[in-house]
């Protein structure tokens, strides 16, 4: 079964200098989340309020969509399979992640 691994974090990383880090999220995690990719859509649970920056990752080719009860759609974003990419989200959204496999 292919899954769509999701990471929650409320900042990004910082240096020595206390300068931000752009891309590298900041440990440990708020929270982490799979969802099942399959042939019709799925969704997460409700993102952390918390929640600033999203790590995304899937083990297969996936498209995804992003909002309070988002559908994905094979025209939606097309996430590459085995490639991490992060994601910006407003703070107490309640976004979902949906997710749906693709080609």
């Given at each position: 079964?292919?899954?769509l ?39 997460s ?34 996430l ?20 749906i496999t693709?080609?």
């Amino acid at each position: 079964m292919a899954v769509l691994y999701i990471r929650e974090h409320a900042t990004q990383g910082r240096d020595l200098a206390g300068y931000l880090q752009q891309g590298v999220p900041a440990y440990p995690s708020l929270a982490e989340q799979t969802v099942a990719i399959g042939a019709g859509s799925a969704q997460s649970a409700a993102l952390n309020a918390s929640t600033t920056f999203v790590v995304l990752c899937a083990d297969a080719v996936c498209s995804v969509a992003v909002g309070a009860n988002p559908t994905a759609t094979a025209t939606n974003w097309r996430l590459p399979a085995n490639t991490p990419v992060e994601i910006a989200v407003p703070a107490a959204s309640g976004f979902k992640i949906a997710c749906i496999t693709n080609t």
